[in-house]
């Protein structure tokens, strides 16, 4: 149950951070979305009528009786904190007691509700509703009774209107309408169990329906994005054995399988930390280290997380919009993201359905590239001789134009791409042991730049001078020491790139070439190796490794839901 609202004390005021909660028609919405979520809605319907700058959102909430609606609109009134101390222990969204201020000073304000509590134990009295109007101060001028469900109205008409030149510097009604319907979104995701209906004006908008997780609200706002392209994971970290991470926490991760779901610009990083989306670029990074080497280049991944700690591990008192925040343990949270990431991406028994749609099977296969398209070597015979233990859960059945290995699963059958499933294996590979081994005979490379010198040293090589424009090269890594083409290899990463494009360019260079046959053991070898692996879905490049096809489609398929009769036409 909400408390009731009173006025803050003066010293508390000047302890808060202070500003313009009012600067558009999409804030209007987020400050009220937010006390209906405060007040413990499960659904809320938002009407916005840009053109005649009003707002009305309902809540089915506790809702205020009347002496809570006579100060609701009063300077710095809230029900959500008392003193100073509760600075430090902030479980609402909302806790300034500006916003409904703000709104009476900035339009023509009323609000008409009425508490939950009218319809416990009997019949509902619809007159235990209140309906009051605000002047510009805030402070009641009219206040009627009116009847209404238990919750809250509130609507703002003329926004603006004493402040012409404010709407002249807001955006276009078009982007002001998209930039309500993107706050909407976020606040969504954060709340999955609440239901949105939006109209602009009388006609209907969009609906957000109710969830179990932020799963299944991701669909609903990215069309092009099916449930089966998510990957959710719930981390309870309350025990967790180190004890620099935050107690009570929890991290709810929600992501995009990366070979197929990712975007053209990094605008799906969304963190949340206690119900409210917020800005953190230092987590931002860690999504992209938890992603790397799994996407295609200058792609990037669709990720949501929701980071729930205690109160006193975040300071929201530091910008009157929220989003910018001060939350302890940083360090520890990006690692436990990157950690938390990965264990999402890695291949569990519950994560073996990768069902995409068999309508998409012809053209996957048609876009199957030519065999001998790698400039790699032949198999090495290290170790994909050894067999694979015996309780594996994947089966070889056959090889496919001495490209593709037919795999069959619990729920269906997979088609894996055999070089870049073990381009996959020798990139983890060689992350988790990057060795340098000494050449029986050194390697003499010739005419390198000064650049292409400083990039091969950058990476752990080393160079000895012989003569003019000529280097010797004693030591390589593990991988490119048998190879006849080291030489070229070295070149190749001369050219620029990090450590681990480096590690990605021998690992595909030193995979099984495409149009090498493999014998049964081999393949199982290989597809048991893969299936170890911490990102199996994609090579470090981006490409998808394997195309899944489900019992289910295959049942639909061959219609073994008819009946015999049927079948025979009978």
């Known amino acids: 149950m909400v408390q009731g609202i009173t006025a803050l004390p003066q010293d508390v005021v000047h302890w808060i951070a202070a500003g313009e909660v009012i600067d558009s028609l999409a804030a209007v919405v987020r400050e009220l979305a937010e006390n209906a979520l405060d007040a413990g809605a499960t659904r809320i319907a938002i009407a916005v009528w840009v053109e005649q700058w009003r707002v009305r959102v309902a809540d089915n909430g506790e809702g205020m009786g009347l002496a809570d609606l006579t100060q609701a609109a009063a300077a710095h009134s809230t029900s959500k904190i008392r003193d100073r101390q509760d600075l430090w222990q902030i479980t609402s969204l909302g806790f300034r007691g500006e916003a409904l201020h703000s709104l009476a000073q900035l339009s023509q304000l009323q609000i008409a509700s009425r508490p939950a509590e009218s319809l416990a134990g009997g019949a509902a009295d619809p007159t235990e509703g209140w309906l009051a109007t605000y002047d510009g101060q805030g402070e009641v001028t009219q206040v009627a009774p009116c009847a209404i469900a238990p919750g809250t109205i509130v609507t703002a008409d003329s926004i603006f209107a004493n402040l012409p030149q404010r709407r002249q510097g807001l955006p276009a009604p078009a982007q002001q309408l998209r930039a309500i319907q993107v706050m909407i979104q976020q606040l969504a995701l954060c709340h999955p169990h609440v239901t949105w209906q939006v109209q602009q004006g009388d006609r209907d908008w969009f609906t957000l329906f109710p969830g179990a997780s932020a799963r299944h609200l991701v669909p609903q706002i990215l069309r092009t994005v099916q449930l089966g392209d998510l990957q959710e994971l719930h981390l309870d970290l309350t025990a967790h054995p180190d004890a620099q991470t935050p107690l009570p926490a929890a991290l709810d991760v929600v992501l995009g399988l990366p070979d197929r779901c990712h975007r053209g610009r990094p605008d799906w990083l969304k963190i949340a930390v206690n119900g409210r989306l917020v ?34 591990q975040v ?60 400039r790699v070597a032949d198999l090495q015979p290290t170790p994909m001789g050894t067999a694979p233990p015996p309780n594996n859960t994947l089966k070889v059945l056959a090889q496919v134009h001495q490209t593709y290995i037919l795999v069959e699963h619990p729920t269906g059958i997979w088609l894996v791409e055999q070089h870049i499933a073990h381009e996959r294996v020798l990139y983890e590979e060689l992350r988790d042991r990057w060795q340098w081994v000494p050449l029986a005979s050194p390697l003499i490379l010739t005419a390198l730049t000064t650049a292409q010198c400083e990039q091969l040293q950058a990476l752990g090589l080393e160079l000895e001078p012989f003569g003019a424009q000529t280097w010797v090269v004693r030591s390589v890594p593990t991988l490119l020491a048998d190879r006849d083409d080291c030489a070229d290899a070295l070149l190749e990463l001369s050219w620029g790139g990090d450590l681990a494009s480096a590690q990605a360019a021998i690992a595909c260079r030193s995979a099984i070439r495409n149009g090498t046959p493999l014998t049964q053991p081999e393949m199982q070898t290989l597809i048991h190796r893969w299936q170890q692996t911490r990102n199996f879905r994609t090579c470090p490049h981006g490409r998808p490794i394997c195309l899944s096809l489900e019992e289910s489609s295959l049942s639909r398929f061959f219609r073994r839901h008819w009946m015999i009769g049927k079948s025979h036409g009978i």
């Open 279 to 312: 800005q953190v670029p230092a987590l931002e990074q860690a999504i992209l280290a938890g992603f790397r080497r799994t996407l295609p280049r200058d792609r990037f991944p669709v990720c949501f997380l929701h980071l729930r700690v205690a109160p006193a």
């Open 315 to 374: 300071d929201w008192n530091r910008h009157p919009a929220k989003t910018e925040i001060y939350l302890h343990h940083l360090a520890q949270w990006q690692v436990t993201i990157e950690q938390a990431i990965a264990q999402a991406l890695k291949l569990r028994p519950e994560s073996l359905p990768l069902a995409l749609q068999t309508e998409h099977l012809g053209a996957v296969l048609k876009a199957a590239e030519a065999p001998a398209t790698y």
